[in-house]
């Protein structure tokens, strides 16, 4: 079969991937931890859930505006103004299938052959893959262990060329968990300043899952506002994954754009997860904040572990629900079977196959000395799969 050659200019995530090999061995009937995927394990609270089933009773059952119901954009604005002290309006805002459409709008509607994208690694796996599909340059700046994964203004500076187009990243970061502070975020606008010609996006899918004091947001600072896109969504907040509800802040001509992207795609995101996220954004936050705690003790537990397990080196994760260590001490020892682990991929389907734990490759996020793990699990699991890893990474030779 010939098949499009746009397939090759990409990879499948390792997210995805890995998640999908553990379930087809949980499928012979062996019980495999999973620590690779990024949803948290708690249930989407009950006031949301009652929103849906009063939106099917009241009979939501049609097409939806392609940018997401008013009021739902509406509820957006809010958010921005309550939580953040931003200011947009309901035609800057654009709801999507999820926060990974979102980016992919975004991406789709700004980026042509050839130009750059400047993304700092390590970085979410979804990123370069977009801008790879839709033949863009991705250009990616290694960032360093000892300045917590991020960007610094003078890394940002040297990788801007003519063909610079757009600057994607995290705070709080996927994989690494590191968060940008208000002066480091500063520090960056500065170069920002300098290059008017480039486009920021700022995913900000973990904003709630904070450990270290109030969201920062980019578009805080009015220099640059009109330049900044922030990605966000109800998944990994409100525990929404299925959901799927994803949405953009961004300049109303780039909100249009992507409008006019989506609608050719999907058109508007189901209508029934809207109306649950409108409640979402305005209603009871508790669920939220006992998560986030919940998410604090699960952190300080698999710090412990990890503290436990020789080679290891993993700085504390500020946000988000991963830990990123360095695991390149374990390259080129030996499985108890003789095999050789040469690298991450190798390590982590060692893991799989003989410890029965998912984790994800630190290949996929442009980090090949590190692995990703996940404690968006219950302690009982965290204790069980760490546990299986330790007994597994003492066994090489």
């Known amino acids: ?78 958010k921005f103004k309550r939580e953040n002290g931003l200011s947009y309006t309901p035609d800057q805002i654009v709801v999507s299938t999820g926060a990974k459409q979102s980016i992919a709008n975004v991406i789709l509607a700004l980026v042509d052959q050839g130009d750059e994208v400047i993304i700092p690694t390590p970085y979410w796996v979804t990123y370069s893959e977009i801008v790879r599909l839709i033949g863009g340059v991705p250009v990616l700046v290694e960032t360093s262990y000892k300045n917590n994964y991020k960007i610094t203004p003078g890394e940002l500076k040297e990788n801007i060329t003519p063909k610079t187009k757009l600057f994607m990243f ?30 920021i996006m700022s995913d900000e899918i973990y904003e709630h899952i904070n450990f270290v004091g109030r969201h920062v947001s980019i578009a805080e600072f009015e220099s640059v506002k ?25 300049p109303v001509e780039l909100a249009k754009a992507c409008e006019k992207i989506q609608g050719q795609f999907t058109s508007g995101t189901n209508s029934i997860a809207q109306r649950a996220a409108i409640v979402a954004l305005t209603g009871d936050m ?30 504390e994760p500020m946000g988000a629900f991963y830990v990123f260590p360095v695991i390149k001490s374990y390259f080129n020892k030996k499985t108890p079977d003789g095999e050789l682990i040469s690298n991450s991929d190798d390590l982590c389907m060692y893991l799989l196959n003989k410890a029965h734990v998912s984790t994800v490759t630190g290949r996929a996020f442009g980090a090949p000395d590190c692995i990703r793990m996940s404690f968006a699990n219950s302690i009982e699991n965290i204790d069980k799969g760490f546990g299986k890893i330790k007994n597994a990474l003492a066994s090489l030779s």
């Open 170 to 199: 995290s705070s709080p970061c996927n994989p690494t968990g590191s968060v940008y502070t208000k002066e480091e975020l500063a520090s960056l606008v500065e170069v920002f300043e300098k290059n008017p010609n480039i486009f």
């Open 1 to 78: 079969m010939q098949l499009s050659s746009l397939l090759s200019r990409f990879s499948e995530p390792e997210t995805l991937k890995m998640a999908k090999l553990g379930r087809e061995l949980r499928a012979k009937g062996i019980d495999v931890t999973d620590l690779s995927l990024g949803e948290p394990d708690f249930d989407t609270p009950d006031h949301i859930k009652e929103a849906a089933k009063k939106a099917i009773d009241d009979n939501y059952s049609h097409y939806t505006p392609v940018p997401g119901y008013l009021d739902l954009r509406e509820a957006v604005c809010a």
């Open 286 to 315: 508790q669920p939220t904040s006992k998560m986030l705690e919940a998410f604090k003790v699960r952190r300080e537990r698999v710090m412990k572990w990890i503290s436990e397990i020789p080679g290891m080196e993993c700085s």
């Open 226 to 250: 009109e330049r900044v896109i922030i990605i966000n969504g109800l998944s990994k907040g409100f525990a929404m994954t299925g959901w799927r509800i994803g949405y953009i802040a961004a």
